[in-house]
């Protein structure tokens, strides 16, 4: 829901959660207790799949993990 201009709440479950294709150190793994307690830093990827490259701009003013 990224047309939104009101702004609104998402929540994105992380249970299957998969490190990223190029993080082949961590290949296979699930993001567990264990390891969200070692987190220190999070980056959020944003893509729509094929097509034209999309335009806009995407505000994050908050990020909590439960």
Do not use: Q
Request: charged share 20%.
């Amino acid at each position: 829901m990224l047309n939104c201009r009101t702004g609104v709440d998402n929540v994105v479950g992380i249970r299957h959660s998969r490190p990223a294709p190029w993080d082949t150190a961590h290949a296979g793994e699930a993001l567990d207790a264990a390891h969200l307690a070692e987190v220190a830093t999070f980056n959020l990827y944003l893509g729509h799949g094929s097509g034209a490259p999309a335009k806009g701009v995407v505000y994050v003013d908050d990020i909590t993990a439960e």
